[in-house]
């Protein structure tokens, strides 16, 4: 079967040898040697990972792990709540790093909205380049009570390719929903400030809005500081 290292686990070979997911333990890695990918086994099917040396191996959760497809950053650095501006849209970069059909997002709710108007509480997925892709039913009921609050798109997103996409989350009401975010003392964005589709964490300039766009020009907006903790599942 190859190479096998016994912590971790990591069976080393071509590509092509990669043993069904269900010959190995779930947990256990491969790495295609030619390739360089990293696999891990989730039982049902091998899951890409990004590198031998990313947070996966320090123990930090994976979206799988967890039952998702994709989070915007790992759940054990949620710090706090952010309450967002209303009629303002906040944007979240997210990655599939495979293909992958998705249903729906779930956001983390740390302190509950109060008083959210009907039709104008509301999550989408977008492309880098600010086409909608899926847009969420209205959230003023979900977004008012805590934990991991999901809702499924309009559509389902059948093998979605792998690569990064925005995350959209807009809020109106009287108090919003605290969302789980990471400390921002140091901004998410680094010291990348342009352009602003490259960036982890942006928003519409000022407020208004009371319902996500069908495109947008990410060029139009600016830096958040915040991110926030959103999967796709």
């Known amino acids: 079967m190859g190479e096998l290292i016994s912590e971790p ?96 997002v779930a956001v983390g709710v740390q302190t509950a909205g109060a008083t959210l108007t009907a039709g104008q509480n509301l999550a989408g997925l977008y492309s880098l380049s600010g086409v909608r892709l899926a847009e969420t039913a209205s959230q003023h009921t979900n977004w008012a009570s805590t934990g991991w609050r999901q809702a499924p798109f309009g559509s389902l997103l059948e093998n979605q390719p792998s690569g990064d996409y925005f995350v959209m989350l807009l809020f109106n009401g009287t108090t919003s929903p605290q969302f789980s975010r990471q400390n921002n003392v140091l901004t998410c964005n680094g010291v990348q400030t342009t352009p602003l589709s490259s960036l982890r964490s942006i928003r519409t300039v000022g407020g208004g809005l009371t319902a996500l766009p069908g495109t947008t020009n990410f060029a139009t907006w600016e ?8 999967a796709l599942y």
Request: net charge neutral; glycine share 10%; aromatic share 8%.
């Open 9 to 104: 686990k990591i069976i080393r070979n071509p590509l092509a040898a990669r043993p069904a997911p269900g010959a190995v333990p779930v947990g256990w890695y491969f790495l295609a040697e030619d390739t360089g990918e990293l696999f891990r086994s989730i039982g049902s099917r091998w899951v890409v990972q990004s590198s031998a040396s990313d947070a996966r191996w320090s123990g930090a959760a994976t979206p799988e792990d967890m039952g998702f497809k994709a989070l915007t950053m790992a759940p054990e650095g949620v710090i706090s709540g952010l309450s967002l501006t209303p009629g303002q849209i906040n944007a979240f970069r997210i990655r599939l790093l495979q293909p992958e059909t998705v249903t729906g």
């Open 223 to 230: 830096a958040a500081g915040s991110m926030c903790l959103v």
